[in-house]
Nanobody, 122 residues
């Protein structure tokens, strides 16, 4: 699976941004999808995941209630809607794919795409 994230940019504190991830190469619905992020000087951390059907989501406590993941299996895309952004949300965001035959929520991702940078300015 090839994954390409897009939609990053500069946004002010309290603003919103929507990231998208386009998948190609294999049957999209065979995978749970997830987002992770890496801030400068910090380790990569889990943001959230959505099941292959789109019926179930799972979020890190740090983004719960502010971020929403959705997917469109017909269009082979997954999105991350980010609201009420904070400076701590500044990071490179990555989308990943985990085979749906594995655990839920996934603890291992089979594919990761290139990241997209989100900068939240105060």
């Amino acid at each position: 699976v090839q994954l390409q994230a897009s939609g990053g940019g500069l946004v002010q504190v309290g603003g919103s941004l929507r990231l998208s991830c386009a998948a190609s190469g294999r049957t999209f619905s065979m995978y749970h999808m997830g987002w992770s992020r890496q801030a400068p000087g910090k380790e990569r951390e889990f943001v959230g995941a959505i099941s292959w059907s789109g019926l179930t989501t799972h979020y890190a406590d740090s983004v719960k209630g502010r971020f929403t993941i959705s997917r469109d299996n017909a269009a082979n895309t997954v999105s991350l809607q980010m609201n009420s952004l904070k400076p701590d949300d500044t990071a490179v965001y990555y989308c990943g794919a985990a085979a749906r035959s594995g655990n839920w929520p996934p603890n291992k991702y089979d594919y990761w795409g290139q990241g997209t940078l989100v900068t939240v300015s105060s």
